[in-house]
């Protein structure tokens, strides 16, 4: 398997896993992308219920985990370093501390709670670097946050194929976005199963997954 497709699914596993834990553990806070959380901001609003501070308080841990990890690249090619190791390891760094602040904040009754908001702000910060370094130093592969235009992408090709205007490029592209996409459905049921049978130690798998990746850079 080449680096990039092996990078392409394990990324992809990750942000599904990541984002459906999320939306489980924390009232359906959305951590890989910001698009969903506007959406239940603008429903909580609209009909108040529970939960919509900590999906506030994502926002700008999200845009926050973006700004570092743009500073992150600047600094280590200026220094003449390859940032992808750095990135993973600064990933794993939020998603430990989300793991961890979610298991002390167990049973999460009170959305409102400090540790709880943390945890949150802790999930959304983690995949804000994996939205980030899919931009600044993944351009090569697919992105593996958000599968929306990924699967736009995917559509396209597959209606040229079926058409018999498809070319090599058309073909490649093909694998390069359907990987990602399986890998982001297979993680999103994965991180369901997971947290219902091991609550927040269900992350313990993509820390593993990146950790891997960091060594291997």
């Known amino acids: ?30 951590t890989a992308h910001v698009t969903g959380n506007f959406v ?3 429903s909580e609003l609209a009909r108040p219920s529970h939960g919509v501070l900590i999906k506030f308080l ?40 989300f793991m961890l602040l979610g298991y002390f904040a167990l049973p999460i009754q009170d959305t409102e709670a400090l540790i709880v908001l943390l945890a949150g702000m802790s999930g959304a910060a983690a995949m804000g670097v994996q939205n980030a370094a899919s931009r600044l130093a993944l351009s090569d592969i697919a992105p593996t946050t958000v599968m929306t235009g990924n699967v736009t992408q ?25 990987w990602p996409i399986v890998a982001f459905g297979v993680g999103a049921i994965g991180g369901a199963f997971a947290y219902v049978h091991l609550q927040f130690w269900a992350l313990l798998l993509p820390i593993v997954i990146l950790g891997w990746f960091a060594v291997s850079e």
């Open 1 to 30: 398997m080449s680096q990039n497709r092996a990078l392409g699914i394990g990324l992809g596993f990750t942000a599904g896993y990541v984002d459906t834990v999320g939306f489980v553990a924390l009232f359906g806070l959305f």
């Open 40 to 42: 239940l901001i603008g």
């Open 58 to 97: 994502a926002f700008p841990a999200f845009v926050g985990a973006v700004a570092l990890t743009r500073m992150i690249v600047i600094w280590l090619e200026r220094s003449g370093k390859a940032p992808l190791r750095t990135l993973f390891a600064v990933q794993v760094s939020f998603l430990t501390a």
């Open 154 to 178: 995917l559509v396209i090709d597959l209606v040229d194929i079926l058409r018999g205007s498809a070319d090599t490029a058309v073909r490649g592209r093909i694998t390069k976005f359907l």
